[in-house]
């Protein structure tokens, strides 16, 4: 007998929450002129994923501009579309005075401070630096090659990884039982472990769910993030700690070759849904909320966040796990992503350091951070001491808290260039190629391979 999955969670409401729909903005156009020293303060802010997070950054501002005697334009883009603006400034387009971005920091952060388009900010987070989690100030310093050094450029606010999601009951009803079932912690078993239970699930009726949620398609970010978990585990190496890229010694390209072929495995053996290699950002999250895999991985909490008000939902059906042991049986070491706010050079720097220092006392960045519903974790390590970030029964939590802290720094902080291979999303269009073409891994790795070093050859010329 086929059964029905279970009931889609707030669908409707998920897919508003996580489309973020065009700018929404006071005041005139964006890219206002910025020639004029009386104008107002102009800020660049990605919309919350959820109204509290925006309450949260519109009151704060509004109640800077009462004390400070400041105005301020507050504009709101969505993830995809500050991006865009992000890189319309690379090539010349408009600036704000002030960037925040969910992505920014990773695609864009490290070419602004090398083009030299930002302020340090050491005299804004200075008295903060004591208070930060390890790993933050690392990946917020930047190298600008006309200073010729590396310097904090950005204004830390939360932290994230790429953390795993699992239907808990689901998988108690394909193993037809009401005790936890332990999920294997080392590298191979775990992933097979899915593949077994999507069998089993079947077997119970669920006819339509798969086993993992991975994405491999170039046309989300995701693919690109989550790959580099694989190539930690498979102990490559891309770039040395000096900035050299490394892709081109065999050891390293054959670790590369198996990550890969790790990787797209599941797809291959029918292990992830078909229209994986079409997914946008959000598809993975829609996918598994629909119960139609049992496990995905995903950048920040909004699979687990989007289910608050249902508390059955959060605290029982969905769970999370820490990823498994590498190849080698070591913990796998994350990249973490600092979400982070940029100041541009400019005649308002000093009106946008005000507003920088205003948001980061204790008091405020903890109301913004929490109105993102744990989406991500907060840099400071006082806060963190808050009870909502350590409810017990809280697995989500507590497995990012685990997640971050085996952080490793992102290959873009050791060369900028690499920001470039993330903007193309080289990995995901190599993976791609093997799942939709056919391609063999191998030929796919050194297409990326040189895709990689045309991308470095030219920074290196610029």
């Not at 802010?45 to 004390?67: F, L, N, Q, V």
């Not at 496990?295 to 939902?313: F, H, K, R, Y």
């Not at 992503?337 to 204790?362: C, H, T, W, Y």
Request: proline residues 5%.
């Amino acid at each position: 007998m086929e059964r029905s999955l279970k009931p889609q969670l707030a669908l409707a409401s998920i897919l508003l929450s996580l489309s973020v729909g065009g700018c929404s903005f006071t005041g005139a156009n964006p890219a206002t002129s910025q020639t004029s020293n009386d104008r107002e303060l102009l800020i660049w802010w990605s919309e919350g994923y959820y109204p509290e997070e925006t309450d949260a950054i519109e009151s704060i501002t509004r109640k800077w501009e009462k004390a400070s005697g400041n105005k301020v334009k507050l504009v709101f883009f969505n993830d995809g579309e500050i991006s865009q603006r992000a890189t319309e400034i690379l090539n010349g387009g408009p600036k704000p005075d002030l960037l925040y971005g969910y992505s920014v920091g990773d695609s864009h952060g490290p070419t602004f401070a090398y083009k030299d388009f930002l302020v340090k900010t050491d005299d804004i987070i200075e008295d903060f630096k004591s208070d930060y989690s390890p790993g933050i100030i690392e990946n917020i310093t930047f190298l600008n090659k006309d200073a010729g050094g590396r310097f904090p450029y950005s204004v830390p606010l939360s932290v994230s990884s790429a953390y795993i999601h699992y239907w808990k009951d689901l998988l108690q009803e394909a193993n037809e039982t009401d005790l936890t079932i332990n999920i294997p912690d080392t590298w191979n078993e775990f992933w097979e472990f899915w593949g077994i239970n999507q069998q089993k699930a079947i077997q119970a009726g669920f006819v339509d769910i798969k086993g993992i949620g991975l994405p491999m398609a170039s046309s989300t970010s995701d693919t690109h993030i989550l790959f580099d978990f694989f190539l930690e585990a498979h102990e490559a190496n891309i770039i040395s700690q000096s900035g050299e890229l490394l892709l081109r010694k065999p050891e390293e390209r054959e670790k590369v070759i198996q990550a890969m072929k790790n990787y797209t495995s599941f797809y291959k053996k029918g292990w992830v849904p078909t229209k994986a290699t079409e997914w946008g950002d959000v598809d993975n999250n829609i996918n598994f909320l629909s119960s139609l895999s049992l496990m995905t991985a995903n950048p920040t909490l909004s699979i687990p966040g989007s289910q608050t008000a249902d508390e059955v939902a959060y605290y029982e059906r969905i769970a999370s796990v820490g990823w498994p042991k590498g190849i080698n049986g070591q913990t796998v070491r994350t990249d973490i992503s600092v979400k982070q706010m940029f100041i541009f050079d400019g005649k308002k720097m000093e009106e946008a350091k005000s507003f920088a220092r205003n948001l980061i006392k204790p008091e405020n960045l903890s109301t913004y951070v929490e109105g993102a519903q744990g989406r991500f974790l907060p840099v400071s390590k006082n806060i963190l001491t808050n009870p909502f970030w350590n409810e017990l029964r809280n697995t989500h939590i507590q497995a990012s808290r685990e997640t971050v802290e085996n952080y490793k720094l992102a290959y873009q902080i050791y060369n900028p260039a690499y920001t470039e291979v993330r903007r193309q999303n080289i990995w995901a269009q190599a993976i791609e190629q093997v799942c939709v073409n056919n391609t063999p891994v191998d030929t796919a790795v050194d297409n990326a391979i040189e895709s990689i070093e045309s991308i470095f050859q030219k920074w290196e010329r610029s």
